[in-house]
C-alpha cells in the first residue's frame, strides 16, 4: 500500500500515487498505483496490460480524510530465474514504463525496496 498524505490531489486523473519497485537484488520490477475507484485511469490500466503487465494485487480501503482509494499491483514475467528480468528486459520494460507515465505526466523513480518492506 502507497501512504497518501491526501486524496484531494491526484497525479494524473484517476492516479493518485507511483511506485516503480523491486525486491532484493532490483532487477525485476512492479509498478504499485494508487487510484480512484470511482475515477479509474482505464487508459492506463490497459496500457500496463498491454505492455505485458498483469494484476496481481487488488485492494481498496478508505483514506483517513474520508477519500476512497483502491491499490493495484502488477508484475511482468521475465525469462530469468524466478521469472526476473534479464538486463534486456529490464532496459525495455523500465523504457515502457518511464514513457507511459511520462506521458501523462508522471516522472517514476524506481527504487530498490528494503528486505523488511519486501517480504513483509
Known amino acids: 500500500m502507497l501512504f497518501l498524505k491526501s486524496t484531494t490531489v491526484t497525479k494524473a486523473p484517476g492516479i493518485y500515487d507511483v511506485d516503480i519497485a523491486a525486491k532484493p537484488p532490483g532487477k525485476t520490477f512492479g509498478v504499485f498505483l494508487a487510484t480512484d475507484p470511482d475515477n479509474p485511469p482505464a487508459e492506463v490500466l490497459a496500457q500496463l496490460a498491454a505492455l505485458g503487465f498483469k494484476q496481481t494485487y487488488s485492494g481498496g480501503y478508505t ?12 508484475q511482468k514475467a521475465g525469462t530469468d530465474l524466478f521469472e526476473g528480468w534479464k538486463a534486456d528486459e529490464l532496459e525495455a520494460n523500465m523504457a515502457a514504463i518511464t514513457a507511459l507515465f511520462g506521458g501523462i505526466g508522471i516522472t517514476i523513480a524506481p527504487r530498490v525496496m528494503s528486505l523488511a518492506e519486501a517480504y513483509a
Open 63 to 74: 483514506h483517513k480524510d474520508r477519500g476512497k482509494v483502491l491499490d493495484l499491483h502488477f
